[in-house]
């Protein structure tokens, strides 16, 4: 509803739309201007059109950097334009250099103030995305002219007044509904006559203001609401002062669309085992400048770089200290003097009347920025500290102006040390080039596909299993022989003339062999037909209580392949390495084709229309710890361990037996504790007895009873006593046996 209602608001005023193109004023230099006599004694530069792009680097984190070069005879200008948006790049890293012993005198470029400024030079009060209520809002108390649609209280017509306000009423469309409703927007109109009209907004009702000056404030605010649409170009133009003819370079770098690389595979009709990789990198000119036989370089790399709006003027936000005033005297009241003579009086009215009348001391420049400070977290001025500096280091500075200095210094790139044609590393980062050593033409807004490798490389036809996916791959096993990195992208595989499939790879570096799938492998299928463990106690040893086991295990992976296809097949079968190959190898003479750091690549040869197996046969230490602990029993543990162990049972065998004399002391506890319960349980029915029977001469025997009981439960409370005392005493002798184990066995000395 907003959107239409503003266009409704906007188009209901019939203002004298008069173009009013804004003065730009000209842009302060980016660099310190020459002083009046070397201006005067330097002929004044003259416009040139711009520098030719010369070099263009682009990176894979979307920026380019680029270098313009040509010659300029005597004291010249050169004007380069940009984009808002590459402005700011070009600001941040610009570096001008002019080779033929001249100087660059200043860069100036057209600044531009942010919208929200300059809606502040208008009297109107309306932000930059106004709402309708904002719009008549700063209509107020104006004197309108409301013409045509419905009034209300009246037909239609011409109504003269000041708007007093607009309010916004929610309506039901729907007697039946509550839920239907619609927002309906009405004038308050206080005509000449002092009546008060209230009239609905609608399509057909106009409002014009009366006031041409407040119609030209209007005009001005659209002009500057459409001044935001427009993408104006920015102009950089440098001041470059010298004599005769000189060679001037200006680079910088700037935002751009990401290079991408794509490649093909193409294998011979009659296979020689190699296939033509070709790669292709996809390049896009978006900066609105010709490339025209320039120098292109793409890097595989990507710098730290970021924006920072260094073309839109800053405006910092500064305090706001309210105006000091006066303190008012408020009623006092006194006390009387004494006997004495003497006048006492309020000690908070001398507190205060001292503080208004010493006259402040003069403060130190730390005791200024610390005063200044407190002021201004309390919210209040410090009178007299209006100018207070801390020395000439405080950045200011009387009767100068502050100028702008361009650096001119050189950049450093990695193309720098890197012959045309090559690729090459860098030593502290992983960076690869591809310098083009033929001139490319990309036009403005256009875009290439560039070739960057052209070359035969080993390159083998497999299919590809893996347990991760169980449906075998066709792939393409590649060996990067050339001298180039290939950048990841895309791959495409073409097979005695035609399309056989496309995949992605990843950075190959030149030496490295990669698997490249592309396509479903339907003829060949891969089982697992069995997988075993065997186990056996290798090495066993005690120290300080530890029991440290080293069992040597050994691992059979059995794989079935058949080959359903009227050719032979390699089938590269990729089985996991245990423990992710830590002390482990492979058994037998059995090699693998390749090892990654989680698994073997194993390759079998399969004739058409067979079937091939594989036995992998893995064998490593496994090793296990056990602390031995006197309060646990762990004699089942300990016997099973002598069975793979025999030479340890003269060793372990006074812990098995004190484990046992533990484990019976513990079983006579159990059944102490359940005589100690029926002991309990017979003292309580007796006691019930008797006072059931009190007075009874049958009560008597409940008596005897109760004491043989009683004597029955202390008896047994003490025999649990002695064992448990009896119990904690081997416990204890156990554990100064278990420390003072020291025992080692190998099964290949046995």
Same mark, same amino acid.
């Given at each position: 509803?907003?959107?239409?209602?503003?266009?409704?608001?906007?188009?209901?005023?019939?203002?004298?739309?008069?173009?009013?193109?804004?003065?730009?004023?000209?842009?302060?230099?980016?660099?310190?201007?020459?002083?009046?006599?070397?201006?005067?004694?330097?002929?004044?530069?003259?416009?040139?059109?711009?520098?030719?792009?010369?070099?263009?680097?682009?990176?894979?984190?979307?920026?380019?950097?680029?270098?313009?070069?040509?010659?300029?005879?005597?004291?010249?200008?050169?004007?380069?334009?940009?984009?808002?948006?590459?402005?700011?790049?070009?600001?941040?890293?610009?570096?001008?250099?002019?080779?033929?012993?001249?100087?660059?005198?200043?860069?100036?470029?057209?600044?531009?103030?942010?919208?929200?400024?300059?809606?502040?030079?208008?009297?109107?009060?309306?932000?930059?995305?106004?709402?309708?209520?904002?719009?008549?809002?700063?209509?107020?108390?104006?004197?309108?002219?409301?013409?045509?649609?419905?009034?209300?209280?009246?037909?239609?017509?011409?109504?003269?007044?000041?708007?007093?306000?607009?309010?916004?009423?929610?309506?039901?469309?729907?007697?039946?509904?509550?839920?239907?409703?619609?927002?309906?927007?009405?004038?308050?109109?206080?005509?000449?006559?002092?009546?008060?009209?209230?009239?609905?907004?609608?399509?057909?009702?106009?409002?014009?203001?009366?006031?041409?000056?407040?119609?030209?404030?209007?005009?001005?605010?659209?002009?500057?609401?459409?001044?935001?649409?427009?993408?104006?170009?920015?102009?950089?133009?440098?001041?470059?002062?010298?004599?005769?003819?000189?060679?001037?370079?200006?680079?910088?770098?700037?935002?751009?669309?990401?290079?991408?690389?794509?490649?093909?595979?193409?294998?011979?009709?009659?296979?020689?085992?190699?296939?033509?990789?070709?790669?292709? %990198?996809?390049?896009?000119?978006? =900066?609105? /400048? @010709?490339?025209?036989? #320039?120098?292109?370089? !793409?890097? *595989?790399?990507? &710098?730290?770089?970021?924006?920072?709006?260094?073309?839109?003027?800053?405006?910092?936000?500064?305090?706001?200290?309210?105006?000091?005033?006066?303190?008012?005297?408020?009623?006092?009241?006194?006390?009387?003097?004494? %006997?004495?003579?003497?006048?006492? =009086?309020? /000690? @908070?009215?001398?507190? #205060?009347?001292?503080? !208004?009348? *010493?006259?402040? &001391?003069?403060?130190?420049?730390?005791?200024?920025?610390?005063?200044?400070?407190?002021?201004?977290?309390?919210?209040?001025?410090?009178?007299?500290?209006?100018?207070?500096?801390?020395?000439?280091?405080?950045?200011?500075?009387?009767?100068?102006?502050?100028?702008? /200095?361009?650096?001119?210094?050189?950049?450093?790139?990695?193309?720098?040390?890197?012959?045309?044609?090559?690729?090459?590393?860098?030593?502290?980062?992983?960076?690869?080039?591809?310098?083009?050593?033929?001139?490319?033409?990309?036009?403005?807004?256009?875009?290439?596909?560039?070739?960057?490798?052209?070359?035969?490389?080993?390159?083998?036809?497999?299919?590809?299993?893996?347990?991760?996916?169980?449906?075998?791959?066709?792939?393409?096993?590649?060996?990067?022989?050339?001298?180039?990195?290939?950048?990841?992208?895309?791959?495409?595989?073409?097979?005695?003339?035609?399309?056989?499939?496309?995949?992605?790879?990843?950075?190959?570096?030149?030496?490295?062999?990669?698997?490249?799938?592309?396509?479903?492998?339907?003829?060949?299928?891969?089982?697992?037909?069995?997988?075993?463990?065997?186990?056996?106690?290798?090495?066993?040893?005690?120290?300080?209580?530890?029991?440290?086991?080293?069992?040597?295990?050994?691992?059979?992976?059995?794989?079935?392949?058949?080959?359903?296809?009227?050719?032979?097949?390699?089938?590269?079968?990729?089985?996991?390495?245990?423990?992710?190959?830590?002390?482990?190898?492979?058994?037998?003479?059995?090699?693998?084709?390749?090892?990654?750091?989680?698994?073997?690549?194993?390759?079998?040869?399969?004739?058409?229309?067979?079937?091939?197996?594989?036995?992998?046969?893995?064998?490593?230490?496994?090793?296990?710890?056990?602390?031995?602990?006197?309060?646990?029993?762990?004699?089942?543990?300990?016997?099973?361990?002598?069975?793979?162990?025999?030479?340890?049972?003269?060793?372990?065998?006074?812990?098995?037996?004190?484990?046992?004399?533990?484990?019976?002391?513990?079983?006579?506890?159990?059944?102490?504790?359940?005589?100690?319960?029926?002991?309990?349980?017979?003292?309580?029915?007796?006691?019930?007895?008797?006072?059931?029977?009190?007075?009874?001469?049958?009560?008597?025997?409940?008596?005897?009873?109760?004491?043989?009981?009683?004597?029955?439960?202390?008896?047994?409370?003490?025999?649990?006593?002695?064992?448990?005392?009896?119990?904690?005493?081997?416990?204890?002798?156990?554990?100064?046996?278990?420390?003072?184990?020291?025992?080692?066995?190998?099964?290949?000395?046995?």
């Amino acid at each position: 509803m907003r959107p239409i209602l503003l266009s409704v608001c906007l188009a209901a005023f019939t203002l004298p739309l008069t173009a009013q193109t804004p003065v730009t004023p000209p842009a302060k230099s980016a660099a310190t201007s020459p002083s009046k006599s070397s201006a005067a004694a330097s002929p004044t530069p003259a416009v040139i059109k711009d520098l030719p792009v010369h070099k263009v680097v682009l990176y894979k984190n979307g920026v380019g950097y680029f270098e313009h070069a040509g010659q300029v005879n005597g004291s010249q200008r050169v004007a380069i334009d940009f984009t808002s948006s590459q402005l700011n790049d070009v600001l941040q890293s610009l570096t001008v250099l002019d080779e033929g012993g001249g100087r660059i005198a200043g860069v100036n470029y057209n600044s531009t103030t942010p919208l929200a400024e300059q809606l502040k030079t208008l009297s109107l009060g309306m932000t930059e995305d106004p709402t309708s209520t904002e719009l008549f809002g700063a209509l107020r108390g104006q004197r309108v002219e409301v013409t045509g649609g419905p009034i209300s209280g009246g037909g239609g017509g011409t109504i003269t007044g000041r708007l007093m306000s607009i309010e916004s009423r929610t309506e039901n469309t729907d007697s039946t509904d509550t839920t239907k409703t619609i927002d309906r927007f009405y004038l308050t109109l206080v005509a000449n006559t002092g009546a008060v009209r209230v009239i609905e907004l609608t399509p057909t009702l106009s409002v014009r203001p009366l006031d041409t000056s407040l119609q030209s404030q209007l005009d001005r605010y659209l002009e500057l609401l459409a001044s935001t649409h427009a993408t104006g170009l920015r102009h950089l133009t440098l001041d470059s002062i010298g004599q005769g003819q000189r060679q001037l370079r200006v680079s910088y770098i700037s935002e751009v669309p990401v290079w991408k690389s794509t490649y093909r595979i193409v294998f011979p009709r009659e296979a020689t085992g190699n296939a033509t990789m070709q790669g292709w %990198a996809v390049v896009d000119n978006t =900066v609105g /400048a @010709d490339w025209d036989n #320039v120098q292109l370089s !793409l890097v *595989a790399g990507a &710098p730290q770089s970021f924006i920072q709006p260094l073309s839109q003027p800053l405006y910092a936000r500064r305090a706001e200290v309210p105006i000091a005033t006066e303190l008012e005297t408020t009623p006092q009241t006194h006390e009387a003097a004494d %006997a004495n003579g003497q006048q006492q =009086v309020n /000690a @908070d009215s001398v507190e #205060v009347s001292a503080k !208004l009348s *010493a006259p402040p &001391p003069a403060p130190t420049p730390r005791a200024s920025a610390q005063l200044a400070m407190k002021a201004r977290a309390s919210g209040y001025g410090v009178a007299g500290m209006e100018g207070v500096g801390t020395g000439s280091g405080s950045g200011f500075s009387s009767g100068g102006s502050m100028g702008y /200095a361009v650096a001119a210094g050189g950049v450093y790139r990695p193309s720098d040390a890197i012959a045309e044609g090559d690729v090459s590393t860098n030593a502290f980062d992983d960076f690869f080039e591809y310098a083009l050593t033929q001139p490319v033409t990309i036009h403005k807004n256009e875009s290439a596909m560039v070739p960057i490798l052209q070359q035969d490389l080993p390159a083998e036809h497999v299919t590809l299993w893996s347990e991760k996916e169980s449906t075998p791959l066709r792939a393409v096993w590649l060996e990067n022989k050339s001298k180039l990195t290939l950048d990841s992208g895309s791959f495409s595989i073409f097979e005695a003339g035609e399309f056989a499939g496309e995949g992605l790879l990843d950075p190959i570096h030149p030496g490295e062999k990669r698997l490249l799938s592309y396509a479903t492998d339907q003829a060949v299928r891969v089982r697992l037909t069995g997988s075993v463990t065997k186990r056996k106690l290798h090495h066993l040893a005690i120290s300080h209580g530890v029991l440290i086991q080293t069992y040597l295990d050994v691992v059979l992976h059995n794989y079935s392949v058949v080959n359903s296809a009227d050719v032979e097949r390699d089938v590269l079968i990729e089985s996991p390495r245990y423990n992710n190959g830590k002390g482990w190898s492979l058994g037998g003479d059995l090699k693998a084709a390749e090892t990654t750091p989680t698994l073997y690549r194993f390759e079998v040869h399969v004739a058409p229309h067979s079937t091939g197996t594989l036995e992998v046969n893995e064998h490593g230490p496994i090793v296990t710890t056990v602390s031995l602990n006197a309060n646990q029993n762990q004699t089942g543990y300990l016997l099973e361990l002598v069975k793979q162990a025999p030479n340890a049972l003269d060793n372990l065998k006074p812990v098995i037996d004190a484990q046992n004399a533990i484990a019976d002391l513990d079983h006579q506890i159990e059944d102490l504790q359940k005589t100690e319960q029926t002991a309990s349980a017979d003292e309580a029915r007796d006691r019930e007895n008797l006072t059931a029977l009190k007075g009874n001469d049958a009560a008597k025997r409940f008596v005897d009873e109760l004491y043989h009981a009683e004597d029955m439960l202390q008896s047994t409370r003490k025999q649990i006593a002695d064992l448990e005392q009896k119990k904690q005493s081997a416990i204890d002798k156990l554990s100064a046996l278990i420390s003072t184990l020291n025992f080692d066995w190998n099964v290949e000395e046995k």
